[in-house]
């Protein structure tokens, strides 16, 4: 719509260039006949539409004729309605002139306000006041009002009513401090089924499967547990929470394990699987890439399979949690020498006949 007036104006220029060789008597039957068409179609046209453009165009090529001669020509539209177009656009113009140039206090620079945003984001419990003394420490000088309405723009409560801890917020928080627990089952060729206990540390990502059986008796859940926190003393690992879920698989002495060794047990809701989001991931990872192409024989052949993906999950297996490392293997330096990257030797190294793959320089 912008370059419409100037193409116009251009190809208006064009046609002026035209009509300059042109005889007056040429002119004079062009004239009559541009008239007769025009005569045509205002008899067929009830009320035409003009664009801005086109309205701007009429205004300047006939704002030279007189009145009487105006009224004389067959338009598409009346002579007033031109005349009030020009009128309209001469307002226009001295209004935009004549305008007064915007007062009050200038809008706060945009890194400022994502500053501001972002320091309400990160600390649901700042009000506005706080946020304001952290910037003045930042050697930022605002007002505290600006602060306020920079938050009240964006649609920020007030502290008081943001400041609630989530249980994500908590699952990050305390990583460090969180193991997560959950029973799956498998079936065996015979049909029989095996309830398998593993636990995973938010943290590392370090995977312990704790055993598997046909009969998950109360007692043998105990002594799991009791071997789980001398594994965890061994590691040097010191953990404050255990999520499991509601499952009556879990008996009363297994909470009384843990919580003797100070780790304390969260229960998750009921049927809200996202609590313990970690560790049911991790359990359909190991149905995905081993318990789905694998043929479990019995419980002997279940647990060596689970032996050896979980030493495969916590030595080989990348994670993109941990920057694709391994819980228990760090990043290697990377290859930056091009001709060492011209020659690559790479080998296979294959787990459960082949069901699980690692790969690695050659010596």
Same mark, same amino acid.
């Given at each position: 719509?912008?370059?419409?007036?100037?193409?116009?104006?251009?190809?208006?220029?064009? =046609?002026?260039?035209?009509?300059?060789?042109?005889?007056?008597?040429?002119?004079?039957?062009?004239?009559?006949?541009? *008239?007769? /068409?025009?005569?045509?179609?205002?008899? /067929?046209?009830?009320?035409? &539409?003009? +664009?801005?453009?086109?309205?701007? !165009?009429?205004?300047?090529?006939?704002?030279?004729?007189?009145?009487?001669?105006?009224?004389?020509?067959?338009?598409?539209?009346?002579?007033?309605?031109?005349?009030?177009?020009?009128?309209?656009?001469?307002?226009?113009?001295?209004? &935009?002139?004549?305008?007064?140039?915007?007062?009050?206090?200038? *809008?706060?620079?945009?890194?400022?306000?994502?500053?501001?945003?972002?320091?309400?984001?990160?600390?649901?419990?700042?009000? %506005?006041?706080?946020?304001?003394?952290?910037?003045?420490? !930042?050697?930022? =000088?605002?007002?505290?009002?600006?602060?306020?309405?920079? !938050?009240?723009?964006?649609?920020?409560?007030?502290?008081?009513?943001?400041?609630?801890?989530?249980?994500?917020?908590?699952?990050?928080?305390?990583?460090?401090?969180?193991?997560?627990?959950?029973?799956?089952? +498998?079936? +065996?060729?015979?049909?029989?089924?095996? %309830?398998?206990?593993?636990?995973?540390?938010?943290?590392?990502?370090?995977?312990?499967?704790?055993?598997?059986?046909?009969?998950?008796?109360?007692?043998?859940?105990?002594?799991?547990?009791?071997? +789980?926190?001398?594994?965890?003393?061994?590691?040097? =690992? &010191?953990? &404050?929470?255990?999520?499991?879920?509601?499952?009556?698989? %879990?008996?009363?002495?297994?909470?009384?394990? !843990?919580?003797?060794?100070?780790?304390?047990?969260?229960?998750?809701?009921? *049927?809200?699987?996202?609590?313990?989001?970690?560790?049911?991931?991790?359990?359909?990872?190991?149905?995905?890439?081993?318990?789905?192409?694998?043929?479990?024989?019995?419980?002997?052949?279940?647990?060596?399979?689970?032996?050896?993906?979980?030493?495969? %999950?916590?030595?080989?297996?990348?994670?993109?949690?941990?920057?694709?490392?391994?819980?228990?293997?760090?990043?290697?330096?990377?290859?930056?020498?091009?001709?060492?990257?011209?020659?690559?030797?790479?080998?296979?190294?294959?787990?459960?006949?082949?069901?699980?793959?690692?790969?690695?320089?050659?010596?």
């Amino acid at each position: 719509m912008l370059m419409r007036l100037p193409y116009m104006a251009l190809t208006s220029m064009f =046609t002026l260039i035209r009509l300059l060789p042109m005889s007056d008597r040429d002119k004079d039957a062009e004239i009559m006949a541009l *008239r007769h /068409q025009l005569a045509v179609l205002q008899r /067929q046209i009830d009320k035409p &539409k003009l +664009t801005w453009p086109d309205r701007a !165009l009429l205004a300047a090529l006939l704002r030279h004729l007189p009145r009487m001669q105006l009224r004389g020509l067959h338009l598409i539209v009346s002579p007033d309605t031109v005349l009030r177009w020009h009128r309209d656009l001469l307002r226009r113009r001295h209004a &935009k002139a004549s305008r007064p140039r915007r007062s009050g206090r200038p *809008r706060t620079i945009r890194s400022v306000r994502v500053l501001v945003l972002r320091l309400a984001g990160e600390n649901p419990n700042w009000g %506005y006041r706080r946020i304001h003394g952290e910037l003045v420490a !930042l050697g930022i =000088t605002v007002a505290a009002s600006i602060v306020w309405n920079i !938050l009240k723009e964006h649609g920020i409560d007030p502290a008081p009513e943001r400041h609630h801890t989530t249980w994500t917020t908590f699952l990050r928080s305390q990583a460090h401090a969180i193991l997560a627990a959950d029973f799956f089952e +498998t079936k +065996t060729l015979t049909g029989a089924t095996l %309830y398998v206990l593993a636990v995973i540390e938010h943290a590392t990502r370090r995977v312990r499967i704790l055993g598997a059986t046909a009969h998950p008796t109360a007692d043998w859940v105990a002594q799991l547990a009791r071997n +789980t926190v001398m594994d965890l003393h061994d590691a040097g =690992t &010191k953990l &404050k929470f255990l999520i499991r879920d509601r499952d009556a698989r %879990y008996p009363a002495t297994f909470d009384a394990v !843990l919580q003797a060794e100070g780790i304390e047990v969260v229960q998750t809701g009921i *049927r809200i699987p996202s609590m313990n989001a970690i560790m049911e991931r991790w359990v359909r990872t190991c149905r995905s890439e081993l318990l789905d192409r694998t043929l479990i024989w019995n419980q002997a052949h279940l647990l060596h399979a689970l032996s050896e993906y979980e030493q495969f %999950y916590n030595g080989r297996r990348p994670h993109r949690t941990l920057k694709s490392a391994a819980p228990l293997r760090p990043l290697p330096e990377p290859i930056t020498e091009p001709d060492r990257l011209a020659r690559l030797d790479i080998h296979r190294n294959d787990r459960l006949y082949g069901i699980l793959h690692e790969y690695q320089h050659a010596a």
